[in-house]
């Protein structure tokens, strides 16, 4: 069979995202007038578009390395990196990846965390509408049974893990408020929610992380409370499980088959 | 997390509408001015929003979609499905697309003749094509399998373009005509885009909307533009949507009214976004072109009785 010809999209499509290369020669202003300035409109819509989309998904992010920092480490992700998929709300999955790996960003080892938990926000805010849990479910199970319960994760429910002081970091920078000096240093998991319309980031004590990802992989309730004491020996198990109903971390309970 | 979302009719969602909605005007939907809206009470106009901001599958877009389609007609612009393109139509998307349009019923449904994909890459842009026989065939074989997926006509837009290709071998007025005659579909007639191409190409525009199947105009875009310059120094107008519909392009939109009768009105404003009252005081603009029609139609019925 020949070779498909190379159609006009081919032709167009691959200076879009490169500046080094020329406008493509398929193309003309009117009456054979050049085109370079024609073509750059449609490069400059596609980058400063997919630029803003970047934008719109870690404002934190942003308002943490200043708008110019920001809009020239997402010109490199988006050249190398466009998205896949025609919904923007699920660009840059990578972004977070892309940032722990930024040159520029080594002196911020945090803010591909901080990333992280932004990449999270948008996937609650969008994440199918589920009733949570009522507390009174829980309340109603027999005690005797308490460590066979399965929690089904609400369908917004996400964990971010951060070295750093991811949750204080975002919160900070995530609203127009003023910000002061943060500590960097200090080890935040991050459990993010909705319950209802409303997206809550909550910063989760020791041993939470570990309980709540056990939980949310269907495992039961005393494997997962086996795993969160082995991580902090302080861990709180009744205070836990209160805090993730209360911020809607599950949808139902049942009873594993063990 | 975002599942894809299948039809899921809502038991909430009145179908109060008829198709058409004849000629009102109405502006696109931006969630910034919901509370302003719901704060006036229901209007007279329609709602018009990008289809791909209310393909995830739940939260807050719907609720706020909800809640505007509660009370008005809704148009359901499509500005990604790439049917310009000659790569075959991304068959999620038509799934998502169809689960919409059932979900929420709208009065119109549209899409553009331009393209956004190539290969894997998303590039968030409406690109040009050229107009030849083998792209017509891609393009109408295209929307009749959006209008099979979704089950109704759409309505196409006509493109603001900075630029030609070479292998071009019909005009833009008779490469529409013709995808409206071999798939059914109606048209959405841009007429800022007109003004736009007119400008970057050195034609006329009101020789272009002369040649353009006024028949099949189902929906009007009213938008604004902002001017550069190409390499010659000359004036390159950017279809950017982001201020007042220009001067000149009301001047055409009352000559097109003049000549079709009311049709359905969009006031496009999708950057820089003004308060509400400024983009609903653009609509009442143009609902005053469309009443003016209105009346002149009514008082010639009478004079001929």
Same mark, same amino acid.
């Given at each position: 069979?020949?070779?498909?010809?190379?159609?006009?999209?081919?032709?167009?499509?691959?200076?879009?995202?490169?500046?080094?290369?020329?406008?493509?020669?398929?193309?003309?202003?009117?009456?054979?007038?050049?085109?370079?300035?024609?073509?750059?409109?449609?490069?400059?819509?596609?980058?400063?578009?997919?630029?803003?989309?970047?934008?719109?998904?870690?404002?934190?992010?942003?308002?943490?390395?200043?708008?110019?920092?920001?809009?020239?480490?997402?010109?490199?992700?988006?050249?190398?990196?466009?998205?896949?998929?025609?919904?923007?709300?699920?660009?840059?999955?990578?972004?977070?990846?892309?940032?722990?790996?930024?040159?520029?960003?080594?002196?911020?080892?945090?803010?591909?965390?901080?990333?992280?938990?932004?990449?999270?926000?948008?996937?609650?805010?969008?994440?199918?509408?589920?009733?949570?849990?009522?507390?009174?479910?829980?309340?109603?199970?027999?005690?005797?049974?308490?460590?066979?319960?399965?929690?089904?994760?609400?369908?917004?429910?996400?964990?971010?893990?951060?070295?750093?002081?991811?949750?204080?970091?975002?919160?900070?920078?995530?609203?127009?408020?003023?910000?002061?000096?943060?500590?960097?240093?200090?080890?935040?998991?991050?459990?993010?929610?909705?319950?209802?319309?409303?997206?809550?980031?909550?910063?989760?004590?020791?041993?939470?992380?570990?309980?709540?990802?056990?939980?949310?992989?269907?495992?039961?309730?005393?494997?997962?409370?086996?795993?969160?004491?082995?991580?902090?020996?302080?861990?709180?198990?009744?205070?836990?499980?209160?805090?993730?109903?209360?911020?809607?971390?599950?949808?139902?309970?049942?009873?594993?088959?063990? | 997390?975002?599942?894809?979302?299948?039809?899921?009719?809502?038991?909430?969602?009145?179908?109060?509408?008829?198709?058409?909605?004849?000629?009102?005007?109405?502006?696109?939907?931006?969630?910034?001015?919901?509370?302003?809206?719901?704060?006036?009470?229901?209007?007279?106009?329609?709602?018009?929003?990008?289809?791909?901001?209310?393909?995830?599958?739940?939260?807050?877009?719907?609720?706020?979609? /909800? &809640?505007?389609? =509660?009370?008005?007609?809704?148009?359901?612009?499509?500005?990604?499905?790439? !049917?310009?393109? #000659?790569?075959? +139509?991304?068959?999620?998307?038509?799934?998502?697309?169809?689960?919409?349009?059932?979900?929420?019923?709208?009065?119109?449904?549209?899409?553009?003749?331009?393209?956004?994909?190539?290969?894997?890459?998303?590039?968030?842009?409406?690109?040009?094509?050229?107009?030849? /026989? &083998?792209?017509? =065939?891609?393009?109408?074989?295209?929307?009749?399998?959006?209008?099979?997926? !979704?089950?109704? #006509?759409?309505? +196409?837009?006509?493109?603001?373009?900075?630029?030609?290709?070479?292998?071009?071998?019909?005009?833009?007025?008779?490469?529409?005509?013709?995808?409206?005659?071999?798939?059914?579909?109606?048209?959405?007639?841009?007429?800022?885009?007109?003004?736009?191409?007119?400008?970057?190409?050195?034609?006329?525009?009101?020789?272009?909307?002369?040649?353009?199947?006024?028949?099949? !105009?189902?929906?009007?875009?009213?938008?604004?533009?902002?001017?550069?310059?190409?390499?010659?120094?000359?004036?390159?107008?950017?279809?950017?949507?982001?201020?007042?519909?220009?001067?000149?392009?009301?001047?055409?939109?009352?000559?097109?009214?003049?000549?079709?009768?009311?049709?359905?009105?969009?006031?496009?404003?999708?950057?820089?976004?003004?308060?509400?009252?400024?983009?609903?005081?653009?609509?009442?603009?143009?609902?005053?072109?469309?009443?003016?029609?209105?009346?002149?139609?009514?008082?010639?019925?009478?004079?001929?009785?």
């Amino acid at each position: 069979m020949p070779p498909e010809p190379v159609t006009f999209a081919a032709a167009f499509a691959p200076a879009l995202l490169d500046p080094m290369r020329a406008a493509p020669p398929v193309v003309t202003g009117p009456n054979g007038r050049a085109v370079g300035k024609r073509y750059d409109v449609y490069r400059n819509n596609v980058t400063v578009s997919l630029i803003d989309a970047l934008a719109a998904i870690y404002p934190a992010v942003q308002r943490i390395t200043g708008t110019d920092f920001f809009r020239a480490m997402a010109r490199f992700h988006v050249r190398s990196y466009p998205p896949t998929s025609p919904l923007l709300f699920e660009y840059g999955r990578d972004f977070p990846s892309f940032v722990a790996r930024y040159e520029h960003a080594q002196i911020m080892p945090w803010l591909a965390d901080v990333a992280r938990v932004e990449r999270a926000w948008l996937d609650a805010y969008h994440a199918r509408d589920a009733a949570p849990l009522a507390p009174a479910h829980l309340a109603a199970a027999a005690p005797e049974r308490l460590a066979d319960l399965v929690f089904t994760p609400h369908p917004a429910t996400q964990i971010v893990r951060s070295e750093f002081s991811a949750v204080t970091i975002f919160a900070a920078n995530r609203d127009g408020a003023p910000v002061s000096r943060v500590d960097a240093s200090t080890s935040e998991d991050a459990l993010i929610t909705r319950p209802g319309f409303d997206v809550i980031v909550r910063h989760l004590p020791p041993g939470g992380a570990a309980f709540a990802a056990r939980l949310m992989e269907a495992r039961p309730l005393g494997e997962a409370a086996a795993s969160a004491l082995d991580a902090s020996p302080d861990f709180d198990i009744a205070a836990n499980i209160a805090g993730l109903i209360e911020a809607g971390a599950f949808t139902s309970i049942a009873f594993g088959d063990a | 997390m975002n599942a894809t979302i299948g039809p899921v009719p809502s038991t909430a969602m009145p179908l109060r509408f008829p198709i058409p909605v004849g000629g009102v005007a109405g502006t696109s939907f931006k969630h910034e001015h919901l509370a302003a809206i719901l704060a006036d009470g229901p209007q007279a106009g329609f709602f018009e929003v990008h289809a791909e901001n209310y393909m995830g599958a739940g939260g807050p877009p719907h609720r706020a979609l /909800e &809640a505007i389609r =509660r009370d008005h007609p809704l148009s359901l612009h499509g500005v990604c499905m790439s !049917i310009g393109g #000659p790569q075959p +139509l991304d068959k999620a998307h038509l799934a998502r697309f169809r689960g919409l349009a059932a979900r929420y019923q709208p009065a119109m449904v549209s899409e553009h003749l331009a393209w956004s994909t190539h290969e894997t890459s998303f590039f968030n842009d409406l690109l040009p094509l050229p107009y030849t /026989e &083998a792209t017509l =065939r891609h393009v109408c074989d295209h929307i009749d399998e959006m209008q099979e997926a !979704i089950r109704r #006509p759409i309505l +196409l837009e006509n493109p603001s373009t900075y630029l030609a290709f070479a292998e071009t071998t019909m005009s833009e007025t008779d490469f529409i005509r013709s995808v409206a005659g071999r798939t059914g579909c109606g048209l959405l007639l841009d007429i800022n885009n007109v003004f736009v191409s007119a400008t970057n190409h050195g034609f006329s525009a009101l020789d272009y909307l002369a040649d353009f199947p006024l028949s099949c !105009i189902g929906e009007i875009h009213l938008a604004g533009h902002d001017e550069q310059a190409d390499d010659d120094g000359e004036p390159l107008l950017i279809d950017s949507h982001d201020g007042p519909v220009a001067d000149a392009v009301w001047k055409l939109y009352e000559i097109v009214i003049e000549r079709c009768g009311p049709v359905p009105t969009l006031i496009e404003w999708d950057s820089r976004i003004p308060d509400w009252p400024v983009l609903k005081a653009e609509a009442a603009a143009a609902q005053a072109i469309l009443d003016r029609r209105e009346m002149a139609e009514l008082a010639g019925d009478r004079h001929a009785a």
